[in-house]
């Protein structure tokens, strides 16, 4: 992905620490293709209509204006546009063997379509914490073996689409795997070596919601790739209208474009939404202007920027979603504690677990 980085500075102080660090930053990263230029005469910079100075233009899009970002900082921001065009090739599907679980499974196989796709279907338990190992003393090569028996029954059951609807066309075999362990700990273990992981957001009966929808939560703030949580009843039927939760964050543009390979999207709109949060605030949509350097060359995509007022972030994003029948949710962030902030929020976790669109979470820093 072409990168170009321009500093705007008179050449103070401030200036020059920006600079120094943007080269510290660009030399921690040797393989990201960038053109770097700065621009030190104050009649230039006003025609930038930026609010402070120094400031640091992304792609022409401030990132930094009046502050100076460490070299770490940078470098998180900075890492993503190192991101390769890469066809995904393994999708990871913990399952509980519930209903919500098959339907993760359907999502799975749908998403991977006739694709070389390499999809992994993992239970992980741990004998003495099991919900459903009724005997505590059961020796562990039987229990093992009714665990054995549940893939094996599951994969049979769902490795076809049971909605007429969707069609799914399976190359090869999925891979089933058992682990011992607890559940949230091994699926980002997993993690490390796919590509992107599936997961439904509850699992049967109030006790398995409470465990499994706690993995999800864990797996989305932790995993190491992109994590897809899927609500029990929903079908997948594609992803043509996608809502990308935005905080105007320079490295959106890097993430977009990896959301956009990831999800093998055709024809597609994608609403680029930014909610401005305030309390009391009546939920209110504006169009704005988008000038994202990613929908070059991109004809089949349709961009459409939105500026949502509302009481609360969430709620606009999830209010704006139903409004235009998304069929995705996509959420990045530069900062793992801002999902650790998200899903510990009552509105947040109405959002995660009980809208029928799918949610998929993006690190900038994976």
Same mark, same amino acid.
């Given at each position: ?152 029954? =599951?994969? !049979? ?5 049971? +909605?007429?609807?969707?069609? @799914? *066309?399976?190359? %090869?075999?999925? &891979? ?126 349709? =961009?459409? !920027? ?5 009481? +609360?972030?969430?709620?606009? @994003? *999830?209010?704006? %979603?139903?409004? &235009? ?42």
């Amino acid at each position: 992905m072409h990168l170009h980085l321009k500093i705007l500075g008179i050449g103070c102080r401030k200036s020059r620490a920006m600079k120094a660090n943007v080269k510290q930053a660009l030399a921690r990263l040797p393989e990201l293709e960038v053109e770097l230029d700065e621009v030190t005469s104050v009649h230039d910079i006003l025609e930038y209509e930026i609010t402070a100075a120094p400031a640091l233009l992304i792609n022409g899009r401030p990132a930094f204006e009046g502050e100076i970002p460490d070299v770490e900082e940078l470098v998180r921001i900075l890492k993503p546009y190192m991101h390769k065009r890469n066809p995904m090739k393994k999708i990871l599907v913990p399952t509980d063997f519930s209903d919500v679980a098959a339907n993760a499974y359907h999502f799975a196989q749908t998403l991977a379509g006739e694709e070389p796709i390499e999809v992994k279907v993992m239970h992980a338990y741990h004998p003495s914490f099991d919900y459903s190992n009724p005997y505590l003393d059961m020796p562990a090569a039987e229990f093992e073996a009714v665990k054995r028996e549940l893939m094996k029954n =599951f994969i !049979a059951e769902h490795t076809q689409a049971t +909605d007429e609807r969707v069609t @799914v *066309v399976t190359v %090869a075999k999925p &891979i089933t795997e058992l682990r011992i362990g607890f559940a949230s700990e091994e699926v980002v273990r997993q993690s490390k070596e796919m590509d992107l992981i599936v997961m439904g957001t509850t699992g049967q009966g109030n006790l398995v919601e409470r465990v499994f929808g706690s993995v999800s939560t864990y797996v989305a703030r932790h995993a190491l790739c992109p994590v897809l949580l899927i609500p029990g009843d929903c079908q997948c039927k594609g992803f043509k209208e996608i809502v990308f939760a935005s905080n105007y964050n320079a490295a959106d543009e890097a993430m977009l474009q990896q959301l956009i390979e990831m999800a093998g999207i055709g024809p597609a709109n994608i609403h680029f939404v930014h909610v401005e949060a305030e309390a009391g605030k009546p939920y209110s949509v504006a169009k704005v202007e988008f000038e994202q350097a990613v929908r070059e060359n991109m004809p089949d995509i349709g =961009f459409n !920027a939105v500026q949502i007022k509302c009481s +609360d972030v969430e709620e606009g @994003v *999830v209010k704006y %979603a139903e409004d &235009i029948g998304a069929d995705l949710i996509a959420m990045g962030t530069l900062h793992r504690s801002f999902l650790e902030n998200l899903f510990h929020r009552s509105i947040t976790k109405q959002m995660a677990f009980h809208t029928t669109v799918p949610l998929l979470i993006l690190h900038y820093d994976q």
